[in-house]
C-alpha cells in the first residue's frame, strides 16, 4: 500500500507560480513510476508529468516547457514546478504511483491521492 498526500495548491494569477508536493515513501519515489495527474470540472482526468528513476520525464503538450516534475528519494517527496500559469491548468491535481512499464495514461496507476485544487485567475 502507498499512502499520497497532495500539498501546496491555492490560488494564483495567471502568470504566477504554484509548486505542487507529494508526501509518499522513499521506497516509491525510487522504485515506482510516479505522476500528476489534473481533473477540471465536468472534464476527464488526463496525465500532466510522470517521473521514474530509469526514463527521462514525460510531460503532456500542454504543460512542456512550463512544468517541471522531480522527487528527493532521500525524503520520499515528489514536486511539480509549476510556472507562467493561465487559467485552462486550473484543475484539481492528484498525485499518482504505479508499477512498471507505466507513462501517463490512468490505468497505469494502482495508487493515488486525494487531490488538491490549483485555481489560476485571469
Known amino acids: 500500500q502507498v499512502q499520497l498526500v497532495e500539498s501546496g495548491g491555492g490560488s494564483v494569477q495567471a502568470g504566477g507560480s504554484l509548486r505542487l508536493s507529494c508526501a509518499a515513501s522513499?521506497?516509491?519515489?525510487?522504485?515506482?513510476?510516479m505522476g500528476w495527474f489534473r481533473q477540471a470540472p465536468g472534464q476527464e482526468r488526463v496525465g500532466v508529468a510522470r517521473l521514474n528513476s530509469y526514463d527521462p520525464p514525460i510531460y503532456a503538450d500542454s504543460v512542456k516547457g512550463r512544468f517541471t516534475i522531480s522527487g528527493d528519494s532521500a525524503n520520499g517527496m515528489l514536486y511539480l514546478q509549476m510556472n507562467s500559469l493561465k487559467p485552462e491548468d486550473s484543475a484539481m491535481y492528484y498525485c499518482a504511483a504505479g508499477y512498471f512499464p507505466c507513462r501517463l495514461e490512468l490505468d497505469e496507476y494502482t495508487y493515488w491521492g486525494q487531490g488538491i485544487q490549483v485555481t489560476v485567475s485571469s
Open positions: 522513499r521506497h516509491a519515489i525510487s522504485t515506482m513510476c
